[in-house]
């Protein structure tokens, strides 16, 4: 089991381009959960998919930020018109169920970076 | 929702000392408090975990309690190590309607081991 993977592991954009974050869960796991983690500052969570549903997404900016699982293939997050703010780590985790009284494991991170 | 509070947010530990990590949360429907230890630039790894129905847990030099009437919970650290020395990130599971059970973090404690 190769564990949670995220691509790309680092990413630079310009102010305006779109950014889009991989993660690909770990086998079996069908519960995805994107946090944002900038300097010096712990993880805030952003929103919480499972297969084709999107089952929180009230930690998410509600414009340019948006995310998805589809039924094959990674979940995407991605980023519209990226600003200097959005520069942070952008961390998946997964669970093979919610993370009530699971273990959730994390991906190495997506550093993105906004020039 | 949520507010998970973690305190102090750095430390610093002699080799050999014990360290403590305190977290207060303020939702009493939260029932899993798992802590993250996360080296710089690395992913959070889970190194312990308590549910609501015991009050502590012990794992050879790890150990969390858990305090459900005072909403507080504990990470005690023996017999420090160098290779302790990462940030540590507490958090709590709210639920959030909808079938949504999504980790609330603390901020985190940078713990430095001096050798």
């Known amino acids: 089991n190769a564990g949670v993977m995220q691509n790309p592991r680092h990413l630079v954009r310009r102010r305006g381009q779109e950014a889009r974050l991989r993660c690909s869960p770990m086998k079996g796991h069908s519960h995805v959960y994107w946090y944002r983690q900038l300097p010096e500052e712990g993880l805030k969570f952003m929103v919480y998919?499972?297969?084709?549903?999107?089952?929180?997404e009230s930690g998410m900016p509600k414009e340019r930020f948006s995310a998805e699982f589809p039924k094959e293939g990674p979940s995407i997050l991605r980023i519209q018109q990226v600003v200097r703010g959005d520069s942070a780590a952008y961390f998946c985790?997964?669970?093979?169920?919610?993370?009530?009284?699971?273990?959730?494991?994390f991906g190495q991170g997506t550093r993105l970076t906004v020039v | 929702g949520e507010n998970v509070e973690q305190h102090p947010s750095t430390l610093s530990v002699q080799e050999g000392d014990s360290a403590v990590i305190k977290c207060t949360y303020s939702?009493?429907?939260?029932?899993?408090f798992p802590w993250y230890k996360q080296e710089l630039g690395k992913r959070p790894q889970l190194i312990i975990d308590i549910r609501s129905n015991v009050g502590e847990k012990k794992d050879q030099r790890i150990a969390v309690t858990l305090n459900k009437t005072a909403k507080h919970f504990s990470l005690h650290i023996t017999e420090t190590q160098p290779e302790d020395s990462a940030v540590y990130f507490c958090?709590?599971?709210?639920?959030?309607?909808?079938?949504?059970?999504?980790?609330?973090f603390g901020k985190g404690t940078k713990l430095s081991v001096i050798p």
């Open positions: 958090a709590a599971t709210p639920y959030s309607g909808a079938g949504s059970y999504q980790l609330t």
């Open positions: 985790a997964s669970s093979p169920k919610g993370t009530a009284n699971t273990e959730a494991f």
């Open positions: 939702d009493s429907a939260s029932n899993y």
């Open positions: 998919l499972q297969k084709e549903n999107i089952i929180d």
